[in-house]
Structure formats: C-alpha cells, structure tokens
C-alpha cells in the first residue's frame, strides 16, 4: 500500500531527471495500486540545505561562505524541485523539522513539498532500529523524516483503509501543524498557509486519523481531472540583467478544475549558465510557487553558477497551489540573478498541467 523510499538524487544543485521508467512505474501504481484506489509513495525532499560543506568545520559553521552569496536574493541552496524523483505527479515529498520544530541546516526548500516529519539535527538525532540486529541514535536528514510520513499514511489507511491515495495526500495537507509560526517563509495569499521550507506544516498522526475516520473520498485517479498540457513555444531573450525578468502567461479557460490539488510546469531554455536563473510561477488568484533559484553548482567551486544541467522540458512540481481554482491567467518569470559570468540565454517554451476535482 505505501512505498517508503529514503533514497534520492545527489544533493549538488544539478537538475537530476528521473528515468521514464520511474515515472511509469508511479503512474502505474498510483492507477492500479491497491485495486485502484492508488499506492502511496513517499519520498525525501532532500539534503542539500548546505551542500558546499568546508570540511573539518563545526555543523553550524559548515557552508562554504560564497561572495555576494546574497546579493540580488540569491541563496545558495538545493530545492527539492531539482529531483526529477521528488517533483512527480503521484509522489509525496516530506521535509524535515528538528526537535524544535524548525527546518535544520541540511533542509531543501521546494513548492513540491506536503508536510514534514520529524528528524535530527547537529545535536540530536533519531533513535531506530538498524542492520544486523542493532540500533543507531543518529540518524538523520530527510532519509528520516520520510519513514515518519510513511508510518502517519499506514495509520491514515489503518484507520479507513478504502481512501485512496489521493484523499491520503489531502488529509496529510489538511490536519498538518502549522510549524515555527514565525518563520518569514509562511505565504498566506493561497487558500491554505504553505512555507516553502515546511510545506503544508508538520505531519500530525493523530489529527490526521481523527480527520481520515469521517473523511468522504474525492475519488481515484479515474475520478481526477487533468487540464492540459497547455503549452507555448517562444523565443524570448533572457538579459544578464536581474532586473529585467522575463514574462509570459498561459491563460486557462473551460477548466472544470474547482480544486487543484498538483501542478506540473515543464521549462526549456538554452543559457550557458543555467545556474543562473530563478524561475516563479504565479496562479489566478496570485500565489507564487518559486520553481528554481540562482544557485552555484558542484562539483567546483569557482564562483560561477555553471551549466546546472539542461532546461530540455524539465519537468518542475508543485502543491502550493491546492485547493485554488484552475481558470485564469498564469505567469511564468524567468531571471538571470548573476550577472558575474556574462552568459545571457534564450527561453524557448514551457507548458503547464493541472490535475484535480470540481
């Protein structure tokens, strides 16, 4: 019933595409899973929070300082959006909070992310079971905190074990805990608060068996709506000049979409740097999913932000938008944030799909 997976891509800042047979394979179980009513799977949103680590430094001195590292707003961190196996359709991506709450030093932002289990920190770590008839106290990362979104989905099932896989999704977003309420990444503007850093909060096994037990279905992956691919090809010359961002706009019409519950944008451009671009999506209503950040890649150290892999129709996730209504205008913003490697770029297309019910 639910796929438990503490693997994922190499935590580098590169776009790491999944495998077209990955993607069947949670299409196919998501469709055919559990007699139709969908597997479950469950995936790390990843650890590349910090990944230029200076080697010998303390836990809380370990980022490599980079020049200008935040000039423009450029942070150098991962995003979960740069796992090809994280931002699919059909996969549930977990964050992590510390013993406190808070996202530790190794956490990926990401409009992909649901909701967040409980892991270590430089401190602190998780107490399990392990190879060989032992047990360990340190473990750590998203790798743990996705086991602990895991075990909450099989009490969701246990509790009613005809809800599908979808209604799991929604009742993980619905009954999460809004976390370290003071962090400045919660966004309100959307039907439901969502942090980039935490999702939709903190996984709340109790509350979410409390919702799941008089939870009415929203149906299977048959009963899903699908608008689109509604895509645009374009030409549009991208400056080395982060302040002028570049704009274009999808607009959907006759979507019978009343609730989104997942969005998938694909994104192409030819740039020399790809490292370089930061990448926002806005809804109708005007709540913005960041897709992509500015970013230097390994395995250097250069300085430059580098080719972080090819925008050939990368495929970029997200949840932020759920419950919104489908119909309107949505924008794409492409910038070029650093201007210290003179590499300008051309975007060449991007297209956009929702998925969910009146």
Same mark, same amino acid.
């Given at each position: ?5 503490s693997? %994922? ?10 495998e ?6 949670v299409?196919? %179980? ?8 969908g597997?479950?799977?469950v ?8 990944y230029?680590?200076?080697e ?10 980079i020049?200008?590292e935040t000039r423009?707003?450029?942070v150098?961190r991962?995003?979960?959006?740069y796992?090809?196996y994280?931002?699919?359709?059909g996969?549930i991506?977990?964050c992590?909070?510390?013993?406190d ?5 190794y956490?990926e932002?990401?409009?992909n992310?649901l909701?967040c ?5 430089s401190?602190?770590g998780?107490s399990t ?13 998203t ?8 075990g909450?989905?099989?009490l969701?099932?246990s ?6 896989w ?8 619905y009954?999460a805990?809004? !976390?370290d ?6 966004d ?9 850093y935490? %999702? ?5 096994a109790?509350?979410?068996v409390e ?8 149906g ?9 691919p509604?895509?645009?090809s ?13 704009t274009?706009?999808i ?15 694909g994104f192409?451009?030819?740039?020399p740097?790809?490292?370089d ?7 109708p ?8 950040d500015?970013?230097y890649? !390994? ?8 080719n972080?892999?090819?925008y050939d129709d990368w495929?970029f996730?997200?949840?932020r938008?759920?419950d ?5 205008p949505?924008?794409?913003q492409v910038s ?9 770029g051309?975007?060449t ?9 009146p």
């Amino acid at each position: 019933a639910i796929y438990n997976n503490s693997w %994922g891509s190499p935590d580098n800042g590169m776009l790491n595409r999944a495998e077209d047979s990955f993607v069947s394979a949670v299409r196919t %179980g998501i469709e055919k899973g559990r007699g139709g009513l969908g597997t479950v799977y469950v995936f790390p949103g990843g650890n590349g929070g910090c990944y230029h680590i200076t080697e010998g430094a303390r836990p809380e001195d370990r980022c490599i300082p980079i020049e200008n590292e935040t000039r423009d707003g450029y942070v150098n961190r991962e995003n979960s959006n740069y796992d090809g196996y994280v931002n699919q359709f059909g996969v549930i991506a977990a964050c992590a909070v510390d013993v406190d709450g808070r996202a530790p030093l190794y956490a990926e932002p990401g409009a992909n992310l649901l909701v967040c289990g409980p892991s270590g920190n430089s401190s602190i770590g998780i107490s399990t079971t392990d190879i060989l008839n032992g047990f360990r106290s340190d473990f750590s990362g998203t790798s743990a905190s996705t086991p602990m979104v895991s075990g909450t989905a099989a009490l969701i099932l246990s509790a009613k074990p005809k809800l599908s896989w979808r209604d799991v999704r929604l009742i993980l977003a619905y009954s999460a805990r809004e !976390n370290d309420p003071n962090h400045p990444g919660w966004d309100r503007t959307g039907v439901r608060p969502f942090n980039p850093y935490y %999702g939709f909060g903190a996984a709340d096994a109790r509350a979410a068996v409390e919702l799941a037990k008089n939870w009415q279905t929203v149906g299977r992956s048959k009963d899903l709506i699908r608008c689109g691919p509604f895509a645009r090809s374009s030409s549009i010359s991208i400056p080395d000049d982060a302040a002028k961002p570049q704009t274009d706009t999808i607009d959907v019409a006759n979507c019978g979409i009343g609730k989104i519950e997942f969005v998938e944008i694909g994104f192409s451009a030819a740039h020399p740097y790809s490292g370089d671009l930061r990448i926002d999506l806005s809804s109708p209503r005007g709540t913005q999913s960041r897709l992509a950040d500015a970013r230097y890649c !390994n395995p250097d150290l250069d300085r430059i932000a580098d080719n972080c892999g090819r925008y050939d129709d990368w495929r970029f996730g997200s949840v932020r938008h759920l419950d919104e209504a489908a119909n309107g205008p949505w924008r794409l913003q492409v910038s070029d944030l650093l201007q210290d490697d003179a590499g300008t770029g051309t975007w060449t297309g991007w297209s956009l799909t929702l998925w969910g019910r009146p």
